[in-house]
Nanobody, 121 residues
Framework: QVQLVESGGGLVQAGDSLRLSCAAS????????MGWFRQAPGKEREFVAA???????LYADSVKGRFTISEDNAANTVYLQMNSLKPDDTAVYYCGAARMVTMGYRDYDYWGQGTQVTVSS
């Protein structure tokens, strides 16, 4: 079992950058596929990025080239570096852990509480 805590969200302007953190406890992040998802009001939770096996990554088309997911094994933390932010990126961002490579949020077993990202135009 793993516990996840996100941080780093905030209010920024379009074009700015933010780095989200997902700190894990209980088990190491390398034991799972670690994913970032986001959910805007009235919308379903959508896949953003995933990281596994110390280097493999997967991104949603909407963030490819702007967002980067990475892992710090020593800190047991997964990061989401978000550059060139757009108003459409506004959402609550969640970190999740899964036992397989998947973009489906229902396949993730563990979730953090989420962190709000708001991008103004």
């Amino acid at each position: 079992q793993v516990q996840l805590v996100e941080s780093g969200g905030g209010l920024v302007q379009a074009g700015d950058s933010l780095r989200l953190s997902c700190a894990a406890s209980g088990r190491t992040t390398s034991s799972y596929v670690m994913g970032w998802f986001r959910q805007a009001p009235g919308k379903e939770r959508e896949f953003v990025a995933a990281f596994w096996r110390s280097g493999y990554t997967l991104y949603a088309d909407s963030v490819k080239g702007r967002f980067t997911i990475s892992e710090d094994n020593a800190a047991n933390t997964v990061y989401l570096q978000m550059n060139s932010l757009k108003p459409d990126d506004t959402a609550v961002y969640y970190c999740g852990a899964a036992r397989m490579v998947t973009m489906g949020y229902r396949d993730y077993d563990y979730w953090g509480q989420g962190t709000q990202v708001t991008v103004s135009s």
